[in-house]
């Protein structure tokens, strides 16, 4: 097992109540069960990893726990998140099925996968009920924009702690990104690497260059500066520890600027 990389005063993130959420987590979406899931989660944990990002949705769960079980990792070490997808049966149904596929007596992070307003409105104390019974540590959404969250707050119960987007320069949320400080949300950028598609544009490889790093490095890193969580998705050992790596260099203000410029979102109305 190599040194933990991912430590440090930046490295968590306080979700209240005790709860800490690592700012790395590996995401497992499109990962085939058996052998993928399980290889890829197996390394992400010697790695340094302690934060896996999985749903329902992903039909991987029950891969993710048995590469959680075999690893030895003491649980109240690890930080798993699973979703609830509005489309299925209640979420109390969904997570304790959840539950038994991951071989876990709870979730760190239980959020809702997408809104589907009707459902998901009445979901959200369902949710917060789950959290009371200890079953998940924290709740949140993902896919919420500014509008859908501001309802959310509006219609009383808890907080959600976390809210799960596309989140990479090419998708500089700006103002979501200012209202989730503003309420104390974490935002957790998903696809933080643009599924792969953003690592050759010449703006991230001259910034690679010029800091020796890697474009995906990069992309990371401007997302934990913006105060982020990632959960950069890989099957293959070298990018999974090279994408941990992380947390021992900053990229200067000029650069940050130059990723923020290549937001794409401001121009096609998906800002919020
Ligand atoms: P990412 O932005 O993480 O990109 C993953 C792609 O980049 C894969 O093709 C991977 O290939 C490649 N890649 C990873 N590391 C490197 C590297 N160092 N160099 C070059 N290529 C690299 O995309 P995802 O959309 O998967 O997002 C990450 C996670 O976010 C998901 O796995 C999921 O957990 C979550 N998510 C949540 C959504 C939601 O609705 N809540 C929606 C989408 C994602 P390879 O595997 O071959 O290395």
């Known amino acids: 097992m190599v040194a933990n ?18 700012v790395l987590g590996l995401g497992v979406w499109q990962m085939s069960r058996g052998t ?10 010697e790695a340094g990893y ?7 949705a992903y039909k991987n769960e029950q891969s993710v726990g048995a590469a959680i079980a075999r690893s ?11 979703k609830w997808l509005p489309i299925t049966r209640r979420p109390t149904v969904e997570l304790a099925r959840s539950l038994e596929r991951l071989g876990l007596d709870y979730v760190d992070l239980y959020l809702i996968h997408w809104p589907f307003p009707a459902r998901s409105n009445r979901a959200w104390l369902e949710l ?4 009371e019974q200890g079953r998940a540590r924290a709740i949140g959404v993902s896919n919420y924009g500014t ?11 808890p907080a959600a702690a976390v809210d799960q987007v596309q989140f990479n320069p090419f998708h500089f949320r700006e103002r979501l990104l200012r209202f989730c400080a503003q309420q104390r949300v974490v935002l957790e950028a998903y696809s933080p690497l643009d599924r792969g598609r953003g690592l050759d544009h010449p703006t991230i490889v001259d910034i690679a260059r010029r800091v020796e790093r890697t474009s995906a490095q990069v992309m990371l ?8 969580v990632v959960i950069p998705k ?9 994408n941990a790596e992380i947390f021992d260099f900053t990229l200067g203000a000029e650069d940050m600027r130059a990723l923020d410029g290549l937001d794409r979102t401001s121009r096609t109305g998906k800002a919020r």
């Open 50 to 56: 302690r934060h896996i990002d999985t749903a329902t």
């Open 221 to 228: 890193r401007w997302a934990v500066q913006h105060g982020a």
């Open 72 to 82: 030895g990792i003491a649980r109240e070490e690890l930080f798993v998140t699973t």
């Open 36 to 45: 993928e899931t399980e290889q890829a989660v197996e390394w992400a944990l």
């Open 128 to 131: 917060a009920s789950l959290r």
């Open 147 to 157: 509008e859908r969250l501001t309802k959310l707050i509006g219609q009383g119960g």
């Open 234 to 242: 890989s099957i293959r050992q070298d990018r999974i520890r090279s």
């Open 5 to 22: 990389p991912v430590s440090g005063d930046e490295a968590t993130r306080d979700l209240g109540n005790g709860v800490l959420m690592p």
